[in-house]
C-alpha cells in the first residue's frame, strides 16, 4: 500500500465541483512532494479503516476539506491514539471563500490564506516559465490543447496545456480585424460595423463586436505565439497566426489612440 493516503470530502457537491475540487488537492499534493496516489471521493468514516493492517510503512494522510461549514473532526477522525501508522496529517481547505481558499487546517496558520496563495502563485509562475498555458479563458481564434507528458519530459499526473491555433474561420477574422486596422486604417468602430453587418460570430464573452472586443484581440500577445500569465510574457512559446511585425505596429497605433484621447480630455 502506498506510504501516502488522500481524500476529498465534499458531500452533497455536484459531479463537476468534485472533479474540480479533487484535481485542487491532486494539484496542493504535487506541490508538497510527497508522493502521488488516487484520491478517494466521501470515503465513509473512520477513515483509518483504509489502511489499519494493511500498511507495513507510515503514512501521510491528506485531507480536502470541500464543504462552506467548518469540519467536524470528531465525526471524521477517531482519537489520535488510533493513528498508530501516522506520522503526517494535513487538513486542506478547498472551499473557495477569499483569503482562506487552499489553508491547512491541521493547525491555525497567521495569513494562511495569503500563504498558500502565493505559494499557488509560485507553483503557477514556475508552470509559466516552463511553456504550458494557463489562462482560464481562450482568446477568439485559439484553443487549448492538452499537452502529453512525454513531449515536455514531465511525469506529474497534473494536467498540463498549450495554445494552438483554433477554427480555421475564427482564424481568419483575427487576421481580417489586423489588417483592417494596420494595413487599411480602419479604426475600432469602423471595424464593429462592418463585423456586426455581416453577422460574424462573436467570441463568447460577446453579444456583439463592440470597440472594446476589438481592442482586447488587438492587444493579446498569444496571437503571436507568446504565452502570458498575470504581469509575464514570453515570446516564441505557441504557434502564431499573426506576424509580430503587424502585431507591434496594431501595439503603436493603440499608444497613439491613447496619448490622442489623452490629450483631447486634457484640453
Known sequence: MSDLFAILYAPGSSENTKKSLAQKLSNII?????????????????????????????????????????????????????FGSVRQLIAIDLFERKGLDERLLEEPMVNAGRYWSKKMQQYKQNLFFEDYFLMSSVPYGLKKVKVSNTEKNDYSPIPRFASEP?????????????????????????????????????PKYSKVWSPRTIKTTLKCPLYIGANKFREFIKFDVFTSIIEQSVYFEAQAKISQMSILAGSMNFK
Open 166 to 202: 483554433g477554427e480555421p474561420s475564427e482564424v481568419e477574422i483575427v487576421k481580417l480585424i489586423f489588417d483592417l486596422f494596420v494595413g487599411h486604417d480602419y479604426n475600432l468602430s469602423e471595424i464593429c460595423n462592418l463585423l456586426n453587418a455581416q453577422e460574424i460570430e462573436t
Open 30 to 82: 504535487d506541490q508538497f512532494n510527497i508522493g502521488k496516489t488516487n484520491i478517494k471521493v466521501n470515503p465513509k468514516f473512520p477513515i483509518n479503516v483504509y489502511w489499519e493492517g494493511n500498511s507495513d510503512s507510515l503514512l501521510t494522510v491528506v485531507i480536502g476539506w470541500g464543504l462552506k461549514a467548518k469540519p467536524s473532526w470528531k465525526t471524521i477522525l477517531p482519537e489520535l491514539k488510533d
